[in-house]
């Protein structure tokens, strides 16, 4: 089992920066492949980005060019660099980890972009 703990969410302006800690609690995390979804009130979880145990991004083309996912192995933490947002970025956004085939998701943390 691991346990993934989300941190960084708030509110900000549009156009503003923000980025999201995901701690992860495995000690095997570079094995990793980590992610970031988000679900805005109303609608279905969607993908933000991914960054596999390769290195190997990928990113919803509402985000492509601003927001940035990166890993730390030796903090066993993944980061969502989040620049120049809009309103529609707002969303309770979710740290994914896949290990072995096997699923886990955090608890979420807000992000708010006022206007």
């Known amino acids: 089992q691991i346990k993934l703990v989300e941190s960084g969410g708030g509110l900000v302006m549009a156009g503003g920066s923000l980025r999201l800690s995901c701690a992860a609690s495995?000690?095997?995390?570079?094995?990793?492949?980590m992610g970031w979804y988000r679900q805005a009130p109303g609608k279905r979880r969607e993908l933000v980005a991914t960054l596999n145990s390769a290195d190997i991004t990928n990113y919803a083309d509402s985000v492509k060019g601003r927001f940035a996912i990166s890993r730390d192995n030796a903090r066993n933490t993944a980061y969502l660099q989040m620049n120049s947002l809009k309103p529609e970025d707002t969303a309770v956004y979710y740290c994914n980890s896949i290990l072995w085939g096997t699923n886990f998701w955090g608890q979420g943390t807000q992000v708010t972009v006022s206007s």
């Open positions: 495995d000690n095997i995390f570079k094995f990793n492949d």
